[in-house]
Each structure stands twice: as C-alpha cells, then as structure tokens.
C-alpha cells in the first residue's frame, strides 16, 4: 500500500466519522516555545489550551513534523526520521476514550478491501498508563483480547503533558509486534513497566499513540512527577499515527527509510557512489541518513528556512552538510544535492504540490549551502587530517582543543563537523579545551567591545550558536528554544 494511500485511508476514515480534515500547517511553528511543529496537535494547541474556540468539534490532519532530538536515532533506529508525517484525530470537548480507542482500532485492522490498513490483530498490541482502569477496559471490549494482552506502562511513557502547567493525561499506544527475529518476547506485557525497554522497541513497533487529555495540572516538576489539580472542564483527544512507520510495515520493508517515497534517494546514492545498500552495516546508516537528510532540508526550505548559524537555519544547515559529508564517506565527492533533492522532490511533490513551484528557490538555497560547506571542507579538511595523523601517529587519542578551536577560527569548521570525523578516525576532541578557547575569544571581543564603545562589530556567528548551546554541543537543544536569558 503506497504511501499516499495510507494517508488518503487515514483522512476518509475520520471524514467519514464527522472529523474535518485540516491541511497540514507549516514546519514553522506559530509558537514561541517551538522550533518547529513536532506533533500533530500543535497546529491546534489554542483549542487544547482553551484560548480560541474551535471551529469544529472533530478534525483530522497528516501534519509534516520535524523532530531534531531524533536526528541521533537516524538510520540506527528502523523509526526514527527527523522529518515525518503525523496522522491525527482530535476531539475538542467531544468523543473521548472510548470513541478514540474503538476508532483507531477499527482503522488498523479493519480489512484492506474495506478501507481500512488489514494489520493482523494477532500481533497488535495495546498499552496503558498502568492504573488506569477505564482504557483497559475500553481495550477490552473494543478488541476482544484479554487484560494480558493489554501492556501496562508508567508515566514517563504513557503519561502526556506539556512539561508546564495546564492540560495532561494519560495515553495509549499500539504496538505492532514485529516477530521474535526482531527481539525477545518474555514477560512483555504482564510485567508492569515504567517504559518499553530499549531491546523491544524494534520488534514492537509504536505506531499510533492516543492521549486521553483529562486533567489539569498545577505543577509539572518531571515525566513522572508532577500534581493534578482537578478534572479539566472539557476533556480532549490528541492522536498521532506515525505514517512512515505504517508504510514500512504494510510495504513489507524492514525499515522506514525503505519506503516508496525514500527508498529512490537511496538507490541513486547507489548509482552515484558505486556501493550497495544492504551490504555493510555503516554504509547502510549512511544511506538511511541521506535519505532522510535529503527530504528533511528539502522540506525546510519549502517552507522558508535558509541555512545559517543559529536556530532554524542551523538545524537546516547541519542536515543539508550530513548528506554531503555521509555522500563523501560513500566515496563520492561531486555535488551531490543536485543529483539527490530532484529525486526526492518527484516523490514528495506528489502529495506537496509546491515542491515543484518552489523548486528554483529550494534547489538555488540547497546547492548555494552545498557549494558554501564545499569550500570551508576544501579549506580544512587537509589541515584535520594532518593533525588527526599526527594524534594517531603518536599513539595518541585526543584531537587537541587548540587544533578544534584553530579549525572553527580560521576555516569555520563548527566544533560537531570536527567532533563527527574525529569519531570518525577513533579519536576524542578536547572539547573543554576547546570550549576555553571559545570562552578566551568571547570575553577577548567583549572587552574590545567595551573598548570601542559603539562600534558594533560583528561578532563569528558561531559564537551564538555556542552561546544557546550552554557549553554543550548535543545538537537536543533545538527543538525548543534554549532559554538565553
Ligand atoms: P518513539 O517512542 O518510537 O520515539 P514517540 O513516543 O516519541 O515514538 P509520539 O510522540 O508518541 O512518538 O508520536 C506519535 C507517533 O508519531 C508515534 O507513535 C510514531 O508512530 C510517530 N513518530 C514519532 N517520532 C517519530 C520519528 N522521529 N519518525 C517517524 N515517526 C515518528
Ligand atoms: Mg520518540
Ligand atoms: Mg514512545
Ligand atoms: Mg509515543
């Protein structure tokens, strides 16, 4: 079943339930706290909060999503894109548990000649917040399995709320059990947890999580810890269904970076790189990563970011030069976005339309990025490798902080391009050294700030970025925005 079929079920099926089906809002979230829309129900968060009336009491939606804190799970992970669709269904003081549960369910096994995805009942598996009864029953009745087959699980999993106080309540998922070649079964279900144990998350695939939205939090202090007020006077239904991970499974692939509208970038990074995918494990993550890479920038950009060195941009900027480092680690070292953004242009512009009328800016944006990273590797790369040989000539493990800060200061290597092909070459960066170094510069401009008083100098970009990133380089932060007060 093609993709695009998957998310013309998904919407029919909840049209037809009285859901108004809601174009996808844009990656850029209307929302101070957010970089970019990373659920489905974001677009809707002034209902939720109860700050604007809603038009409808049901809607329906395949939201484009950008997750960066998953941009390490790329490719390692069979689930993990950066960016995705979301499927969603939402009830604004309307259905609540019940109708949310026996909907979703309904979807996913209903027969495929009937509307619906046909997914064996057999290997689906609900779970719980552990205690709450009232969905554990719901489970049962909407699907006939007994209470062993309904996975209880604790807060930090299946308990929703938006870190502060205001709405929250607990959740449901369906998992998709993969089969026992994809990890142990054991006590899955009957064991209570606090959260799905790594090892299991690959063979019981999370592809849809309901969350019953019926309390009014006074205090959030963590996942697990936080003080509910009451009962919130309208209760609420946020859903999301993964459509990727939908795809894979009823594609019969082993992951989500083989589906119909990912898999050409892979095969034309085949083509251009002489190797096949499939055959070794590390140039496998690589092809999985430029696959998703390709399709997050290419995605930005449509809807307005360009490259830069904070925010947005930087987050634009990283993925765009992962496609072109992980091409080059392929053995291929031409331009490669203009062999690789067309192609996933002709399978995304399907359903996104304005790929194609936006293509001369998206391609003009994405190759002057490609270009610009071209130069500042021609530049630095000799000098890296000449000191990593000599750290490693020496016996050495540690790429020296004065070399990283030398890189970032006089070729704009920023300090995650040198951390990765350090790692690369099995070696640490000196990374506080680094960071002194940065801090010695910082306070060194400041001072001859002060000096010149007046004179706005126009201080390396990259300092920003160092700055919202608080001394840590995990590239996690930008998903919210870091507070820089
Ligand atoms: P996981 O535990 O697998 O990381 P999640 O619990 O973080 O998923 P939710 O926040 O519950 O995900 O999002 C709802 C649905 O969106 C998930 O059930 C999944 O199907 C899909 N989804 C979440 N993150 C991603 C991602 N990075 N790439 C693709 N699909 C995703
Ligand atoms: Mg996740
Ligand atoms: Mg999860
Ligand atoms: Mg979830």
Request: proline fraction near 8%; charge should be positive.
């Given at each position: 079943m093609s993709t695009a079929d998957i998310r013309s079920r998904f919407l029919a099926h909840f049209e037809a339930a009285g859901h108004t089906a809601v174009p996808s809002a844009s990656l850029l979230a209307d929302d101070p706290n957010l970089l970019f829309v990373n659920a489905g129900m974001v677009p809707f968060k002034p209902y939720f909060l109860g700050q604007e009336t809603p038009p409808y009491s049901r809607a329906t939606s395949v939201q484009k999503c950008i997750r960066t804190p998953d941009i390490e799970d790329v490719g390692k992970t069979t689930r993990h894109g950066t960016f995705f669709e979301m499927c969603g269904n939402f009830s604004f003081g309307d259905y609540f548990k019940e109708g949310a549960i026996e909907m979703a369910w309904n979807l996913v096994t209903k027969p495929v000649e009937h509307g619906g995805f046909g997914l064996d009942a057999d290997r689906l598996w609900p779970s719980i917040l552990h205690g709450d009864d009232e969905a554990l029953e719901l489970w049962m009745q909407a699907t006939g399995l007994p209470a062993e087959r309904i996975v209880k699980l604790g807060k930090r999993e299946n308990y929703w709320s938006m870190g502060v106080p205001g709405p929250g309540g607990p959740c449901s998922e369906i998992l998709y059990d993969r089969g026992p070649s994809y990890g142990p079964d054991g006590e899955f279900a009957t064991t209570e947890r606090l959260a799905m144990p790594t090892e299991l998350e690959d063979r019981y695939l999370e592809i849809w999580n309901l969350v019953f939205m019926q309390d009014e939090l006074s205090a959030v202090r963590s996942k697990e810890d936080f003080d509910i007020a009451g009962a919130l006077p309208k209760r609420n239904i946020d859903t999301g269904m993964g459509l990727e991970r939908v795809a894979f499974l009823l594609q019969g692939k082993e992951n989500m970076y083989e589906i119909d509208v990912m898999f050409p970038v892979i095969e034309k990074a085949e083509q251009l790189t002489g190797k096949k995918y499939g055959a070794h494990h590390e140039d496998d993550v690589r092809f999985r990563v430029i696959a998703d890479h390709i399709r997050s920038s290419m995605m930005l950009i449509n809807d307005g970011v360009t490259p830069g060195n904070e925010g947005r941009g930087?987050?634009?900027?990283?993925?765009?030069?992962?496609?072109?480092?992980?091409?080059?680690?392929?053995?291929?070292?031409?331009?490669?976005?203009?062999?690789l953004l067309p192609v996933s242009r002709d399978k995304m512009g399907e359903t996104y339309t304005d790929l194609f009328t936006n293509w001369e800016r998206i391609s003009t944006v994405a190759y002057a990025e490609e270009d610009a990273f071209r130069a500042t590797l021609r530049a630095g790369t000799t000098i890296f490798d000449v000191a990593a040989g000599e750290v490693k000539g020496s016996g050495g493990k540690v790429f020296s902080g004065d070399k990283a800060f030398q890189l970032h200061d006089t070729y704009g290597f920023p300090i995650d391009l040198t951390l990765e092909m350090a790692s690369e070459q099995g070696l640490q960066v000196d990374e506080e050294g680094f960071r002194r170094l940065m801090t010695e510069q910082r306070e060194r401009a400041k001072a001859d700030a002060k000096a010149k008083k007046g004179s706005h100098r126009n201080t390396d970009s990259y300092r920003a970025i160092a700055d919202t990133m608080g001394g840590t380089v995990e590239f996690t932060g930008y998903d919210t925005v870091v507070d820089e007060g």
């Open positions: 930087y987050v634009l900027r990283r993925l765009a030069r992962r496609v072109v480092r992980s091409m080059r680690l392929l053995g291929y070292e031409d331009p490669c976005l203009p062999e």
